[in-house]
């Protein structure tokens, strides 16, 4: 195997089709068949289906991509760390975040911080929190953002507590309360994050105590991704006040939800490696722009 091929595979995975992977990695099509015609060769599986012109992943490339994306992730981290080395580049700053801050909050705390610094060159990198807390320790970040609990000798955690929210289609019946309880959503269709996620089994228990029925319609791995189906009718959702917040400029409707719903992250920085001034500054820009979210 040969990154050239990984980062095929990978251009496949995400795009779906050969022809925008193609795209993305400025080659041509064959040059996409070609490279994963000789993947498959070489691991000796498959990795794609052809059934009426579209590409379906195997439960072995499912499995298997997790592993390339996170090598190309280490791979990409170490060619900017030689980047760095040899450009004597100061002004430098890598964040690693989990995606659901990393695609609104971020880049609009960013934004205005490179705003005021033209020579400043920023890298952010979306991961999930699992994938970010094992590479810490790696000290291949300035600072990395993840959802807790994030339990490492060679980190350090600074950790930030928060309120989820209720969000509601525009017009439901319940937008002109005060307050969201779990007696009001008993027999709401409900949109929940996998059973894995921290605030869970919280939503879980306020319902069962309430004597509540949770009736869960669709289970997502992102808040991103359940404010998008309340955004289209599916049904309601707690999610955390960041997303909420993007989406309420969309339409959405968001409540207050009792009893408090605990959501937790935390900034991580390896226990070995020194702050830079950069670095410090971008984080207090951060804490200003979460502090209106804190509990």
């Known amino acids: 195997m040969n990154i050239r091929q990984l980062e095929c595979f990978r251009a496949v ?5 050969m022809t925008r992977a193609a795209d993305f990695l400025g080659i041509t099509q064959p040059s996409v068949s070609n490279l994963i015609a000789n993947l498959e060769y070489e691991i000796g599986f498959e990795l794609f289906k ?22 190309l992730g280490s791979i990409e981290l170490t060619a900017h760390t030689a980047r760095q080395i040899r450009d004597r580049e100061l002004g430098n700053l890598v964040i690693a975040s989990y995606p659901g801050i990393a695609f609104d909050l971020l880049p609009n705390v960013l934004s205005e911080f490179i705003s005021r610094r033209p020579k400043v060159r920023i890298k952010l990198l979306s991961r999930s929190s699992e994938i970010v807390r094992e590479l810490v320790p790696t000290q291949q970040f300035d600072v990395a953002i993840a959802e807790l609990p994030a339990d490492h000798p060679a980190v350090h955690t600074e950790a930030f507590n928060f309120q989820c ?29 996998f059973r894995e996620h921290q605030t869970y089994f919280q939503v879980a228990n306020a319902f069962s105590n309430a ?3 949770w009736n869960i319609v669709a289970e997502t791995q992102f808040f991103a991704t359940a404010c998008s189906f309340v955004n289209y009718g599916a049904g309601v959702s707690i999610v955390d006040p960041f997303t ?3 989406f309420q400029k969309q339409g959405l409707v968001v409540k207050p939800f009792e009893p408090v719903i605990d959501y ?4 991580l920085y390896p226990l070995d490696r020194a702050r830079s001034r950069l670095l410090e500054a971008f984080l207090t820009s951060l804490k200003e722009k979460i502090r209106p979210f804190l509990r």
């Open 244 to 246: 909420a917040n993007k």
């Open 165 to 193: 929210v209720c969000v509601l289609p525009s017009g439901h019946r319940l937008a002109r309360k005060t307050s969201i309880t779990p007696e009001d959503l008993s027999d709401e269709p409900f949109i929940s994050l």
């Open 13 to 17: 995975m995400v795009t779906g089709m």
């Open 211 to 213: 004597g509540a029925t």
């Open 50 to 71: 052809r059934s009426k012109g579209r590409l379906i992943p195997t439960p072995e490339a499912h499995y298997f991509y997790k592993d390339v994306d996170r090598t």
């Open 264 to 267: 937790r992250i935390g900034l």
